[in-house]
Structure formats: C-alpha cells, structure tokens
C-alpha cells in the first residue's frame, strides 16, 4: 500500500480525504465511497497503487477525443473503483470491484513501465480510463510526470467529480479530458448515481479556465436525462460557460449492469439531441454510439473536415494551420491537422 495524497488528519485518528468532491470523513479501518482509499491508524492509504486492472492501446477517438489529436492511439490504463454507483455502469465488473465483489484485483506496475509501454507502442497520449481515474490519482500523477518528459500527452476520462485542490495539482500535466455530463439535474445525480450535479460542473468551468482541452460526454438514456429541456439546459451551459467551441458528444444507452428495463435510446433522440445543442450554438456535436454521423465539419461552411468510419479517420482535410481548407476558418483542439 501506498499511503495517499490529498488529506487532513481528524481527532481520534479520523482522516478526511480531499480527492473527490465527496470529501469523505473516514474512521479507523474504514474507506472511502470509492472503496480503494483506507484509514490505518490515522494514515490515508491508496488501495489501488500500481495495480492495473486494464492496460490497452486504443484509438484517441475512443475516449471520446475528437479534437486532441485525431489519428493518434493512446496507452489506455485503468485500476479498479469509482467514486460514482452509475446504474448504467458499461464497466461495472471492474469499476464497482471493490464494492459489488469485495476484492481489488489487478497487475502490479510501475508508472515507469506504464510510461515504456506507451513509448513501444509509439502512442502519442496516456489515457487515464476506463474506471474513475480520479480514485487513483497517485498513479496517475507519478505516471504523467514521466509521460510529460518523454514527451508523452496525459488525457483523462472522467465523471468530473474531483474537488479543486485535485486539479490545481495534476493539471500541470493534464493535456486533455473528456468529463461525462450525466445528467443536468442534481436530482438524478443523487438518485442514480450518489454524487451531486454542481461539483461537475464546477470542474468543467476550472478545467477550461485551467487551459486543459475539454470534451464533453452525456449518455443519452430514455426518461431520465433525453427531456429536451433538460438537453437545452445542458447545451447553454457547455455554450455560455465553456465556449461555443466545446465538443460534445451524445451517445445512445444501451441496457448495461442494473438498468436493463430501459429500451436502447432511439436513434431520432439523438438527432433532436444535436439539434438542441446546434441551436443552443456548439459548433462540434456528434452522435456515438451510433450510425449517425461523427464527422467534424467547419463550423463557417459547413466542409466535410475529419471523416471517421468508427474510430478510424478515413480523411482529415484540416490544414497544418490548424484552419479548414476551404474558408480558412480555425478549427478548435489540439493538433487538428491531417
């Protein structure tokens, strides 16, 4: 074990863990809401140091990032936990390990073999993936200052549930993020999910004021979040207060972990989904997910930029400028060039 970062001792050996917005005050012998941080002795101790549950290459635009770097792959790592009980969980069997299952599995490594892997794979990005990477931090914060000076980006995929102190930390090294939007009602946070809608939001606005590239995720999922009105309410947001040129993805439910009475989300959802946030002003909106189109178009004149066929990128047409090639218009991200 390794003991953690970010936390204040408390009277009686009590500690208070300042990762997460949760903010957990936990006793002797206790943890987290997480399950992978543990009060010994008044010490706060990482469950989850080293202890890969996932390793992978993926395509960037599996995260999803469209606009950090397209075409690139990126060295996907993953341990067990999550700060959030989604009842959608896609990876529940990994992420709720150590609450459904009462074990922490995983495959000791060091933040140096994590930085070689990824060099040998000649991925240009580090993805912090797959479960809440917010929970372990301290891997995560070791592996990307090696990442940095090899010259390798970091990238988050998030539930945006980290507390400021978190981000004023690691976002030195924190390139990119794409930060799942799960719903705009703090009242299915707490119902479905066991978090709060504010501190997410919160992180969004520090994360664009922070320079860290920022995409946003919702999962489209029938009568809990698709209320048009609760989409118009999320597109103005992500408009007014992260900027117009903020990608944001809308992807269709599929039955998964404890909601299997839902129906998949109809395709038309997402369509009115993308119209909403068009006419709220975003100029990057794409379906996942799904068979509508995820191709990144100028948001001047309307030209065909990226061309994607999954999660290939059949045909980039952005310039080395960074601008589309037919009105010279800038297109927002990090290195958008084909």
Known sequence: ??????YTSLPDEHVRCHL??????????????????????????????????????????????????????????A??????????????????????????????????????AARQSRCASIAYTYTEP??????????????????????????????EQMLEVFHPYLDAANVDLKAF???????????????????????????????VTTLIIPDLNDDLDELKDAARFIADELGPDTPWHLSRFFPAYRMHTHAPTPESTV???IETARAAGLHYVYAGNSRLSADTVCPACGARLIQRS?????????????????????IAGIGMSG
Not at 310 to 330: H, K, L, M, S
């Open 1 to 6: 074990m390794k003991e953690a970062m970010l």
């Open 20 to 77: 997460c917005a949760h903010e957990c005050i936990i006793a002797p012998n206790g943890r987290g809401v997480c399950q992978v941080r543990e009060n010994h002795n008044g010490i706060l101790y990482t469950l989850v140091y080293g202890e890969l549950i996932a390793h992978h290459v993926d395509p960037i635009e599996k995260k999803p990032l469209f606009h950090y770097h397209p075409g690139s792959r990126s060295y996907s790592i």
């Open 79 to 116: 341990t067990a936990g999550c700060n959030f009980r989604c009842e959608w969980c896609q990876n529940f069997d990994i992420s709720q390990m150590p609450r459904d299952q009462h074990v922490i599995l995983g495959e000791s490594t060091s933040p140096e073999e994590v930085v070689a």
């Open 134 to 163: 917010t929970v372990f931090f301290e891997m995560t914060y070791e592996v990307a200052r090696l990442a940095r000076a090899a010259g390798i980006g970091n990238v988050y995929v998030t539930n945006g549930y980290m507390t």
């Open 185 to 215: 009602r703090d009242a299915t946070y707490r119902r479905h999910i066991g978090a709060r809608l504010q501190p997410v939001l919160d992180t969004l606005k520090l994360m664009r004021h922070l320079g860290i590239w920022v995409e």
């Open 271 to 273: 369509e009115r989904a």
């Open 310 to 330: 999954g999660y290939t990128i059949v045909r980039n047409r952005v310039t080395a400028e960074g601008n589309c090639p037919d009105c010279y218009t800038p």
